[in-house]
């Protein structure tokens, strides 16, 4: 079946830029996510791309999507310790039925 | 964007008991979902309930253990029943807003004692 692939942490300093990496295996996904998860909270949609796009820029938020590859990316520029939290990817082809990655976990470091 | 609302938003409960977990949405929506996650792990879909039907359920997850109501576009309940330790989880309701946004509750901290 289809599959999400995560590393489970990455630590930053205060004001570097964060890169969490995914890689899915169904050719078929529509849509990718990237959702945040705080401590005792439930899920936060923060973009989402379209399988037909390279790139979608938000804020402090850019996310890159080689289709080719199977592979998203979450870039977050000068992270704060209020991005501390864990990161989902996900993915769907078939409409609100998402299929997760693990989540990693980001700590940011003053 | 959709504001979803669920009750409870904890709760501790004896096994073999059952609880009803309740989802709002500020808007009508044709499907919701519902995510089980279990502690540290990711997010598992259980079932996508759908108005005037049956729910679907996905593999591995049965109507007799987690039965789904869905009496209108804006409202889905989801029981647990005959609670062991093993169903400790968040539990979350899901909508899927026909613009490709998937939008999530707060969950439901549910303890099995």
């Known amino acids: 079946g289809e599959d999400v692939e995560q590393s489970l942490f990455l630590s930053v300093r205060e004001g570097d830029s964060s890169v969490i990496n995914c890689t899915y295996t169904?050719?078929?996904?529509?849509?990718l996510y990237w959702y945040k998860q705080e401590p005792g909270a439930g899920l936060q949609l923060l973009t989402y791309?379209?399988?037909?796009?390279d790139m979608k820029q938000d804020q402090r938020l850019t996310v890159l999507l080689n289709k080719k590859d199977k592979h998203l990316s979450l870039r977050i520029a000068d992270t704060q310790t209020g991005d501390s939290a864990i990161y989902f990817c996900?993915?769907?082809?078939?409409?609100?039925?998402?299929?997760f990655g693990q989540g990693t976990e980001l700590s940011v470091k003053p | 964007s959709a504001v979803i609302s669920q009750k409870p938003s904890r709760d501790i409960c004896q096994r073999g008991t059952s609880l009803t977990i309740q989802c709002q949405v500020d808007?009508?929506?044709?499907?919701m979902f519902w995510y089980r996650q279990q502690p540290g792990q990711s997010l598992t879909l259980i079932a996508t309930?759908?108005?005037?039907?049956?729910?679907?359920?996905e593999s591995g997850f049965v109507i007799d253990k987690f039965p789904i109501s869905r009496p209108n576009l804006t409202f889905s309940t989801l029981t647990v029943s005959n609670m062991s330790p093993e169903d400790s989880s968040i539990y979350l309701c899901?909508?899927?807003?026909?613009?490709?946004?998937?939008?999530f509750g707060q969950g439901t901290r549910l303890t099995v004692v």
């Open positions: 899901s909508v899927e807003t026909g613009r490709a946004e998937a939008f």
């Open positions: 169904d050719s078929s996904s529509t849509y």
């Open positions: 791309i379209f399988s037909n796009m």
């Open positions: 996900a993915e769907t082809n078939q409409g609100g039925k998402l299929i």
């Open positions: 808007s009508q929506v044709t499907m």
């Open positions: 309930a759908n108005q005037g039907s049956e729910a679907t359920y």
